[in-house]
Every structure is written in C-alpha cells, then in structure tokens.
C-alpha cells in the first residue's frame, strides 16, 4: 500500500516557511500563540501596531511584516482551500472563487495604520460581493 503525498504549488513554498518562522518568533521571543485561526489575526493586528506606536522604522519592521503578512495568507490559504500564486517576486492568495488576496500588502498597509490582517481575513473568506 502506497500513500500519495500531496504538495503545494511550488508559490508557496516561501510564504508557508515565513508563516512558520513567524509562528515560531512569536512563541519563543514575545510568547504570543499563532494558531493559524482566525481569531489569532487579532493578535498579529496588535502586534503591527504596536510596532507602529513604538516608532519602529518600516525597515527595520519589513521583516516581521512579510512574515504577519505570509501567516495570514496561510490562515485565508486553509480557510478557503486557497492557493498561494507569485509573480516578479509578489505572493498572493488566490481563494477557489477566483478572487486575488494580497496579505503581505496588507500587512504593510497595517503598519501604515491603513490596513487589518483580521479584516482582510473576513472578506476573504466571506461572500464574494458582486
């Protein structure tokens, strides 16, 4: 009896390993448990602002950024049965509706004060609005 391996698209290896680093930062350096749920996007919102309020530069917080911005890909990504895609360097999610998810922008965009991983999230893995 042989059992089939299912992979991944090949985009999502790099987006899968930064969620799972951040995963891991989280737990050994602020103790802060990412479980892949949806709930837990509240606590990486927090953790963008609080970055934010503290006056880190973005370059020095683009690190952390990709990796928030990748973990909530993975959350929409085993929510939906989405996929990662990537194109010029850019990952995106692409939910089985056909829509297309930018986390890591929206990661960025949070820093800005102008964006939420929890809110991306929930249109996401909403109705698609017509």
Do not use: N
Not at 8 to 35: N, Y
Not at 46 to 53: D, K, S
Request: with cysteine; aromatic share 6%.
């Amino acid at each position: 009896m042989t059992t089939q391996q299912v992979t991944r698209p090949a985009a999502a290896t790099k987006p899968v390993r930064w969620a799972a680093d951040m995963v891991a930062t989280m737990r050994e350096g602020a103790r802060l448990r990412l479980d892949y749920s949806e709930q837990s996007l509240w606590r990486a919102d927090r953790v963008i602002e609080g970055l934010r309020r503290e006056g880190t530069p973005s370059a020095a917080a683009a690190h952390v950024l990709r990796g928030l911005g990748a973990y909530a890909g993975e959350v929409i990504a085993r929510r939906t049965g989405g996929e990662w895609w990537t194109s010029g360097g850019d990952h995106w999610i692409r939910t089985p509706d056909g829509r297309l998810w930018d986390p890591i922008d929206e990661a960025r965009r949070c820093f800005t004060g102008d964006g939420s991983l929890r809110l991306l999230c929930r249109d996401a893995t909403g109705p698609a609005r017509r």
